[in-house]
């Protein structure tokens, strides 16, 4: 297994980094993680663009361009070549004696990626998931993919000891998106999603699900809903790139809809086996 870390290609045992590195101390640095699909790479462009804009809205200076980043992710996959998983990439803004504020420009962010082999939760899709509501406690800017993933963690960990497989959060009444995950509810055949704006990491699947809307006809509202407008909706799914589109068959010990996966999700998770598949 190789590790790419800024120029070189290194073995899993020789990949360490500083105990001053940014990330390690402060959380301070940005990653994604591509979805591999039967050894093809999915929506690698649209990841790199959400790098590219995540870093940008925190001082990251990326060490190369985003074309050099992406042929250095395909290096990798090529040394690490996988069926189904992922490439995990972030970056850092870098070591340096630990204080608050950015480092000098001199100080060079660090890079690093991995491959990863994963299979699909297909029963789990198939089936539907438990989950629980969390408050929201994370900052404002959930917008930017930042490894500070604190609220996340707490909010997944809740989950977990619930037995339950995603924390469905909320600020106050307004469902906003899962610890790890965008949501979606429908109600009389129209989907609704909170709008991409500050509350949440605008997903590539969320967005991916959006463009299959448009496909299929089915109407879509970008708006807030509330818990409520959860429990009582016809059906409830959520989406990432590891699971596409999650059905979810009860929240809080609640069934939604019918209890079991409902039509609309199952129309959109029929479209990623058709994308996953062209
Ligand atoms: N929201 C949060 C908080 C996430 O961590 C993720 C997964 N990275 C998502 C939404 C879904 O994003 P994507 O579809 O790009 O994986």
Redesign the pocket.
């Known amino acids: 297994a190789y590790v790419l870390m800024n120029d070189d290609f290194v073995s899993r045992e020789a990949a360490r980094v500083d105990i001053e590195d940014r990330g390690y101390q402060f959380g301070d640095g940005i990653?994604?993680?591509v979805?591999v699909h039967g050894g093809k790479l999915f929506?690698m462009d649209?990841?790199l663009s959400?790098f590219v804009r995540s870093t940008s809205e925190i001082g990251i200076t990326l060490p190369f361009s985003v074309e050099t980043i992406k042929d250095k992710l395909l290096q990798l996959f090529e040394l690490d070549p996988l069926e189904d998983g992922m490439i995990y990439f972030q970056v850092t803004r870098g070591t340096a004696p630990r204080i608050h504020h950015f480092p000098e420009p001199s100080v060079p962010a660090r890079l690093i990626a991995y491959t990863k082999t994963s299979a699909r939760p297909a029963q789990l899709q198939q089936q539907g998931v438990q989950c629980v509501f969390a408050e929201d406690i994370?900052w404002l800017r959930?917008d930017i993919?930042s490894l500070n993933?604190l609220g996340?963690v707490m909010a997944k960990q809740q989950a977990k000891t619930a037995g339950a497989y995603e924390a469905i959060?909320h600020r106050g009444e307004m469902v906003t998106?899962?610890?790890?995950?965008?949501v979606f509810i429908v109600n009389n055949e129209t989907l609704y999603t909170h709008p991409a704006n500050n509350f949440?990491?605008?997903?590539?699947?969320?967005?991916?699900i959006l463009e299959m809307c448009a496909k299929l006809n089915i109407k879509v509202v970008e708006s807030t809903f509330t818990t409520q407008d959860l429990l009582e909706a016809d059906e409830v799914f959520i989406?990432?790139?590891?699971i596409d589109a999650m059905p979810v068959i009860q929240v809080d010990g609640r069934p939604i809809g019918s209890g079991k996966p409902g039509a609309l999700t199952k129309a959109i998770q029929r479209e990623f086996e058709q994308l996953f598949n062209s």
Do not use: D, F
């Open positions: 990653y994604e993680v979805r929506k649209e990841h959400r994370r959930c993919k993933l996340n959060l998106e899962g610890s790890s995950t965008n949440i990491l605008n997903g590539i699947t969320r967005m991916t989406s990432s790139t590891n």
